[in-house]
Nanobody
């Protein structure tokens, strides 16, 4: 059974950093595309970053480009999202998920699942 568990969130001041982890089970993290998404209160879930399964090509939303970096560790079956220079508008619950079908749009959560509990990121002074 495919399962993804997010962790690493917390409260950080503007300009600070956090590293989120996404531990996968039931599938090889390095063999599948994985996406990071976030949902702020009152807003729709949005794509933040995605890494392809084939060659590790990464995609980032314009709002996080240059600040966030996605990676994965085959040995730990874990994907990471390194978030630097955090801003208050980055405050959200962050989720990771994999494509549910053969094709996907990296910024569209409708193509991804299953959804876990997520991890809360709060950027505030």
């Amino acid at each position: 059974q495919v399962q993804l568990v997010e962790s690493g969130g917390g409260l950080v001041q503007p300009g600070g950093s956090l590293r989120l982890s996404c531990v996968g089970s039931g599938f090889p993290v390095d063999g599948r595309a994985i996406g990071w998404f976030r949902q702020a209160p009152g807003k729709q879930r949005e794509g933040v970053s995605c890494i392809t399964g084939r060659d590790g090509t990464t995609w980032y939303a314009d709002s996080v480009k240059g600040r966030f970096t996605m990676s994965r560790d085959k040995g730990k079956n874990t994907a990471y999202l390194q978030m630097n220079n955090l801003k208050p508008e980055d405050t959200a619950v962050y989720y990771c998920a994999i494509p549910t079908g053969g094709t996907y749009v990296p910024e569209d959560p409708l193509f991804f699942g299953p959804w876990g509990q997520g991890t809360q990121v709060t950027v505030s002074s």
